[in-house]
Protein backbone atom coordinates (compact mmCIF):
# COMPACT_ATOMS: atom_id res chain seq x y z
CA UNK A 1 0.00 0.00 0.00
CA UNK A 2 2.70 2.58 0.72
CA UNK A 3 4.61 1.67 -2.59
CA UNK A 4 1.39 2.80 -3.84
CA UNK A 5 0.94 5.70 -2.07
CA UNK A 6 4.49 6.49 -3.05
CA UNK A 7 4.06 6.38 -6.91
CA UNK A 8 0.86 7.90 -6.72
CA UNK A 9 3.21 11.05 -5.01
CA UNK A 10 5.76 10.42 -7.86
CA UNK A 11 3.57 11.00 -10.33
CA UNK A 12 1.81 14.24 -8.94
CA UNK A 13 5.21 15.34 -8.52
CA UNK A 14 6.03 14.46 -11.96
CA UNK A 15 3.13 16.19 -13.36
CA UNK A 16 3.43 19.29 -11.24
CA UNK A 17 6.99 19.41 -12.62
CA UNK A 18 6.01 18.92 -16.17
CA UNK A 19 3.51 22.01 -15.62
CA UNK A 20 6.17 23.88 -14.05
CA UNK A 21 8.09 23.15 -17.06
CA UNK A 22 5.24 23.58 -19.98
CA UNK A 23 4.66 26.90 -18.07
CA UNK A 24 8.17 27.86 -17.80
CA UNK A 25 8.36 27.32 -21.55
CA UNK A 26 5.28 29.19 -22.31
CA UNK A 27 6.75 31.96 -20.42
CA UNK A 28 9.88 31.80 -22.77
CA UNK A 29 8.04 31.49 -25.74
CA UNK A 30 5.47 34.48 -24.84
CA UNK A 31 9.12 36.27 -24.24
CA UNK A 32 10.40 35.57 -27.34
CA UNK A 33 7.23 36.29 -29.38
CA UNK A 34 7.35 39.50 -27.22
CA UNK A 35 10.68 40.05 -28.70
CA UNK A 36 10.07 39.45 -31.71
CA UNK A 37 7.22 41.30 -31.86
CA UNK A 38 8.59 44.17 -30.54
CA UNK A 39 11.68 43.68 -33.03
CA UNK A 40 9.23 43.32 -35.83
CA UNK A 41 7.45 46.65 -35.16
CA UNK A 42 10.61 48.61 -34.79
CA UNK A 43 11.68 47.23 -38.19
CA UNK A 44 8.20 48.00 -39.85
CA UNK A 45 8.70 51.06 -38.23
CA UNK A 46 11.53 52.05 -39.55
CA UNK A 47 10.61 50.75 -43.07
CA UNK A 48 7.73 53.01 -42.68
CA UNK A 49 9.83 55.50 -41.88
CA UNK A 50 12.43 55.09 -44.99
CA UNK A 51 9.39 54.77 -47.37
CA UNK A 52 8.25 58.32 -45.86
CA UNK A 53 12.14 59.95 -46.43
CA UNK A 54 12.17 58.37 -49.95
CA UNK A 55 8.36 59.33 -50.64
CA UNK A 56 9.32 62.91 -49.34
CA UNK A 57 12.21 62.94 -51.39
CA UNK A 58 10.29 61.84 -54.78
CA UNK A 59 7.67 64.37 -54.21
CA UNK A 60 10.71 66.87 -53.95
CA UNK A 61 11.97 65.94 -57.15
CA UNK A 62 9.00 65.98 -58.82
CA UNK A 63 8.48 69.30 -57.74
CA UNK A 64 11.64 70.41 -58.83
CA UNK A 65 10.88 69.01 -62.13
CA UNK A 66 7.69 70.55 -62.28
CA UNK A 67 9.09 74.04 -61.72
CA UNK A 68 11.64 73.65 -63.87
CA UNK A 69 9.33 72.65 -66.55
CA UNK A 70 6.92 74.87 -65.56
CA UNK A 71 9.92 77.37 -66.29
CA UNK A 72 10.59 75.90 -69.57
CA UNK A 73 7.11 76.44 -70.66
CA UNK A 74 6.65 80.08 -69.55
CA UNK A 75 10.10 80.52 -70.82
CA UNK A 76 9.27 79.25 -74.35
CA UNK A 77 5.75 81.17 -74.66
CA UNK A 78 7.43 84.51 -73.53
CA UNK A 79 9.86 83.97 -76.46
CA UNK A 80 6.92 83.03 -78.51
CA UNK A 81 5.05 85.48 -77.71
CA UNK A 82 8.09 88.11 -77.97
CA UNK A 83 8.45 86.62 -81.89
CA UNK A 84 4.42 87.17 -82.31
CA UNK A 85 4.50 90.76 -81.27
CA UNK A 86 8.03 91.41 -83.36
CA UNK A 87 6.30 89.95 -86.18
CA UNK A 88 3.48 91.48 -85.57
CA UNK A 89 4.67 94.93 -85.20
CA UNK A 90 7.17 94.63 -88.24
CA UNK A 91 4.15 93.47 -90.66
CA UNK A 92 2.14 96.47 -89.17
CA UNK A 93 5.27 98.77 -89.99
CA UNK A 94 5.24 97.47 -93.50
CA UNK A 95 1.62 98.14 -94.28
CA UNK A 96 2.30 101.39 -92.73
CA UNK A 97 4.76 101.76 -94.92
CA UNK A 98 2.83 100.41 -98.31
CA UNK A 99 0.04 102.58 -97.12
CA UNK A 100 2.07 105.61 -97.40
CA UNK A 101 3.51 104.80 -100.73
CA UNK A 102 0.45 104.46 -101.96
CA UNK A 103 -0.96 107.41 -100.79
CA UNK A 104 2.42 109.54 -102.48
CA UNK A 105 2.02 107.56 -105.41
CA UNK A 106 -1.39 108.57 -105.67
CA UNK A 107 -0.82 112.31 -104.79
CA UNK A 108 1.56 112.16 -107.13
CA UNK A 109 -0.30 110.89 -110.07
CA UNK A 110 -3.18 113.57 -108.78
CA UNK A 111 -0.92 116.35 -109.15
CA UNK A 112 0.40 115.15 -112.87
CA UNK A 113 -3.15 114.64 -113.94
CA UNK A 114 -4.51 118.02 -112.48
CA UNK A 115 -0.78 119.77 -114.17
CA UNK A 116 -2.15 117.66 -117.49
CA UNK A 117 -5.57 119.46 -117.20
CA UNK A 118 -4.55 123.03 -116.98
CA UNK A 119 -1.76 122.54 -119.62
CA UNK A 120 -4.42 121.04 -121.55
CA UNK A 121 -6.83 123.85 -120.65
CA UNK A 122 -4.42 126.13 -121.38
CA UNK A 123 -3.70 125.04 -124.48
CA UNK A 124 -7.43 125.10 -125.70
CA UNK A 125 -7.97 128.36 -124.37
CA UNK A 126 -5.13 129.86 -126.65
CA UNK A 127 -6.03 127.48 -129.53
CA UNK A 128 -9.78 128.98 -129.15
CA UNK A 129 -8.16 132.62 -128.44
CA UNK A 130 -6.45 132.42 -131.98
CA UNK A 131 -9.40 131.19 -133.92
CA UNK A 132 -11.85 133.71 -132.46
CA UNK A 133 -8.96 136.46 -132.98
CA UNK A 134 -8.39 134.80 -136.89
CA UNK A 135 -12.25 135.20 -137.76
CA UNK A 136 -13.40 138.46 -135.40
CA UNK A 137 -9.71 140.38 -135.78
CA UNK A 138 -9.84 141.28 -132.34
CA UNK A 139 -8.64 138.96 -128.81
CA UNK A 140 -12.07 138.09 -126.90
CA UNK A 141 -12.49 138.86 -123.35
CA UNK A 142 -12.21 135.88 -121.46
CA UNK A 143 -15.04 134.62 -119.66
CA UNK A 144 -15.49 133.21 -115.99
CA UNK A 145 -15.90 130.07 -117.29
CA UNK A 146 -11.97 130.09 -119.19
CA UNK A 147 -10.42 131.56 -116.34
CA UNK A 148 -9.46 129.90 -112.94
CA UNK A 149 -11.57 128.94 -110.58
CA UNK A 150 -9.88 130.58 -107.53
CA UNK A 151 -10.26 134.07 -109.05
CA UNK A 152 -13.32 135.79 -109.31
CA UNK A 153 -14.34 137.76 -112.62
CA UNK A 154 -17.85 139.62 -114.31
CA UNK A 155 -19.59 137.74 -116.19
CA UNK A 156 -18.83 138.28 -119.73
CA UNK A 157 -21.20 139.94 -122.48
CA UNK A 158 -22.91 136.99 -124.66
CA UNK A 159 -21.48 136.52 -127.17
CA UNK A 160 -24.32 137.42 -129.60
CA UNK A 161 -24.06 141.06 -129.13
CA UNK A 162 -20.08 141.03 -130.46
CA UNK A 163 -21.10 138.95 -133.67
CA UNK A 164 -23.89 140.90 -134.10
CA UNK A 165 -22.40 144.30 -134.03
CA UNK A 166 -22.31 145.83 -137.61
CA UNK A 167 -18.18 145.83 -139.23
CA UNK A 168 -16.95 149.29 -139.51
CA UNK A 169 -16.30 150.45 -143.05
CA UNK A 170 -12.94 151.91 -143.61
CA UNK A 171 -14.08 155.00 -143.60
CA UNK A 172 -15.16 154.52 -139.98
CA UNK A 173 -18.93 154.45 -140.29
CA UNK A 174 -21.05 151.37 -139.71
CA UNK A 175 -22.52 148.94 -142.35
CA UNK A 176 -26.23 148.74 -141.77
CA UNK A 177 -26.73 146.67 -144.50
CA UNK A 178 -24.89 142.79 -144.55
CA UNK A 179 -21.86 143.13 -146.98
CA UNK A 180 -18.90 142.19 -147.68
CA UNK A 181 -17.14 143.86 -144.97
CA UNK A 182 -18.95 141.95 -141.93
CA UNK A 183 -17.93 139.01 -140.32
CA UNK A 184 -19.17 135.22 -140.91
CA UNK A 185 -20.51 135.88 -136.94
CA UNK A 186 -21.77 138.76 -137.56
CA UNK A 187 -23.55 137.20 -140.67
CA UNK A 188 -24.98 134.36 -138.57
CA UNK A 189 -26.11 136.42 -136.08
CA UNK A 190 -27.95 138.87 -138.42
CA UNK A 191 -29.44 135.42 -139.99
CA UNK A 192 -30.62 134.41 -136.22
CA UNK A 193 -32.31 137.09 -135.81
CA UNK A 194 -33.90 137.65 -139.18
CA UNK A 195 -35.33 134.24 -138.78
CA UNK A 196 -33.19 132.13 -141.54
CA UNK A 197 -32.53 128.72 -141.11
CA UNK A 198 -29.39 126.09 -141.50
CA UNK A 199 -27.00 129.46 -142.23
CA UNK A 200 -24.94 127.64 -139.74
CA UNK A 201 -23.40 125.01 -142.82
CA UNK A 202 -23.31 127.56 -145.11
CA UNK A 203 -19.96 129.89 -145.87
CA UNK A 204 -19.69 133.48 -145.97
CA UNK A 205 -20.59 134.24 -149.37
CA UNK A 206 -23.81 131.85 -149.53
CA UNK A 207 -24.45 133.11 -146.06
CA UNK A 208 -24.59 136.60 -147.32
CA UNK A 209 -26.14 135.74 -150.69
CA UNK A 210 -28.85 134.25 -148.64
CA UNK A 211 -29.36 137.02 -146.50
CA UNK A 212 -29.66 139.52 -149.31
CA UNK A 213 -32.20 137.31 -150.96
CA UNK A 214 -34.66 137.48 -147.91
Known amino acids: MASKADKKSENKSDRKAAKEKLKKEAERAAKVFA ?4 QAKKSAEKSVEKARKAL ?3 KAKAKELAKANKDAVTSAVTRTKNKTTKRVKDDRDAVKGAIRAAEKSVKTERDAVTSAVRKAEKRARTAAESVVTGVTGSV ?6 SRPAARTTPAAKPATR ?4 PATTSAGTASTEPSESWTILALRAHARDKGLVGYSRLSKAQLLARIRGN
Not at 35 to 38: H, L, P, R, Y
Not at 162 to 165: E, G, H, N, T
Open 35 to 38: KEKA
Open 56 to 58: KKE
Open 140 to 145: PRRTAA
Open 162 to 165: IASR
